[in-house]
C-alpha cells in the first residue's frame, strides 16, 4: 500500500531556531506539493515541483522557507529561522494527472 | 486564476440526515475536480474525483457529486449521515492539462450529531 510519508510528525522548537521537514512522495508520481493548514488560513499552497523542478513557490515567504527536492525520493521544506507564526501542521502531497495524496502532516509548534 | 469557493463553513446534521455541500469553482478552460475529507487529527483523504464523462461521480462511503458544467458547479451529496462522516470536507479545482495545480476550497466543517 504505497503512501507519503513524512518525518517528523511533531516537532516544538524555540523561536530562531532551524527547521526541516522531509517528505518521501510515492514512487512514480512526478508531482510534490507542500501545504500549510492553519485554523485561520485554511489550507495554504506553498510550493509544487513536477518533475523535481521547482514550478510555484509563490505561495511561501521567501525569505525564511525554502524548498528542495535533492532527488525523487525526497523532499525537503526548510525554514530558517522559525517564528511562531509558523506554527501550523505541513502537509506534503504527491500526484499524478492531477489527483493528490497526502502524508500524515507534520505538527510544528514555534514557540 | 482558478478559485474555489465552499458556501457552507460549519454544517451540522443529525444522523440519517441528507447532506448537500456546495462548490463552485471559476476556471476558464477545462477543469478535473475532486472532493477530499479530513477526519479530525487525520490528513487529507480522496473521496471522488472527476475527470471526464459521466457527470454523476460515486466515491466511498457512499457520497457522490455531479458536476454541472453550466452552473461551474460540483457539489457533495450523500443521502444519509452517520456519526462517523464529522469531519472537514474540501473542494477542489485543478486544469485538466500542463500545469495541473490544484487549488484547494476552504473547507466544510460537518458535524453529524447522533
Known amino acids: 500500500d504505497a503512501r507519503v510519508t513524512q518525518t517528523p510528525r511533531d516537532k516544538v522548537t524555540e523561536m530562531g531556531q532551524e527547521v526541516t521537514m522531509r517528505c518521501q512522495p510515492i514512487?512514480?508520481?512526478?508531482?510534490v506539493f507542500w501545504y500549510r493548514q492553519t485554523m485561520m488560513q485554511g489550507l495554504e499552497l506553498l510550493a509544487y515541483?513536477?518533475?523535481?523542478?521547482?514550478?510555484?513557490d509563490s505561495g511561501m515567504p521567501k525569505d525564511r522557507f525554502s524548498a528542495e527536492m535533492p532527488d525523487a525520493t525526497l523532499a525537503t521544506l526548510k525554514i530558517q529561522p522559525s517564528e511562531p507564526r509558523d506554527s501550523a501542521v505541513y502537509f506534503c502531497a504527491s500526484g499524478l494527472s492531477g489527483e493528490q495524496f497526502f502524508g500524515p502532516g507534520t505538527r510544528l509548534t514555534v514557540l | 486564476a482558478q478559485s474555489v469557493s465552499q458556501h457552507n463553513h460549519h454544517v451540522i446534521l443529525s444522523e440519517a440526515a441528507s447532506l448537500e455541500l456546495g462548490c463552485n469553482y471559476s476556471y476558464g478552460g477545462t477543469v478535473n475536480l475532486f472532493w477530499y475529507v479530513q477526519y479530525p487529527g487525520q490528513h487529507l483523504q480522496l473521496l471522488l474525483k472527476y475527470f471526464s464523462g459521466d457527470p454523476l461521480v460515486k466515491g466511498i462511503k457512499g457520497f457522490e457529486a455531479e458536476f454541472i458544467k453550466s452552473k461551474f458547479s460540483f457539489n457533495l451529496r450523500k443521502p444519509s449521515v452517520q456519526w462517523s462522516d464529522t469531519a472537514e470536507y474540501f473542494c477542489?479545482?485543478?486544469?485538466?492539462?500542463?500545469?495541473?495545480?490544484?487549488?484547494f476550497g476552504i473547507g466544510t466543517k460537518l458535524q453529524v450529531i447522533p
Open positions: 477542489a479545482v485543478s486544469n485538466s492539462g500542463g500545469y495541473q495545480k490544484v487549488t
Open positions: 515541483f513536477r518533475n523535481r523542478a521547482p514550478l510555484d
Open positions: 514512487l512514480g508520481h512526478n508531482t
